[in-house]
């Protein structure tokens, strides 16, 4: 019971914290770009609050793998810097505009960098997430020929692995060579002695005859 009510508790500020920010931001997001863009309202806040929501799920249940969880646990921790910085940033153009003030072209400028490099780090990580094993070993140079894989269009090993083959078989050919000059060798040595013994016989045979 009192475990349920702590869940209650994490739950409600959760939501609190998650609304309170992600209106401003997400006013933040609707007033940088233009009237007809109002979808980018809630496209931005999936770059910041909803992408830290979404990061922590991948966290959590997709990233089995070292560099995934480093890659999405530094996005939670850059979706919540944006996710603060667009907020505060949209309370202080807020209150400065109620006070009488423009936001300056340097303003405007910061908020546009601040979106643009929270969108690029949002489109590395997936990159870094779901490709970095390939990218990594793209570069990597299997055959130690000094090219990296990707560009590699030759395999060396494949020709290393095929000289080893082709070198095998010739071993045996040679000692099955060999084989084959002792036998010839044996032959010519068992004609030659029973050539001998031949001979033996014809000097032989005069002498049975005496
Ligand atoms: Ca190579």
Redesign the pocket.
Known sequence: MKKGIGYLAIAILTVTVAIFLGQHSVEFFMSTFSEENQSMGFLGYMLTGGGFFLWLIIFLWMSPKQHERVVSLSMMIICLVGELATAIFNMYTKTMLDAGFAMTEGDIKTMYMLVGVLAVAHAISLIIKFAGQQIYQAFQ?????????AF?RH??RHDRNRQQQQNRPQQPRREFAEDEANVSNLAKNTANSERGAEKGDNTHRPTNGQ
């Open positions: 140079d299997d055959d130690k020929d000094g090219i990296p894989n590699d395999d060396n």
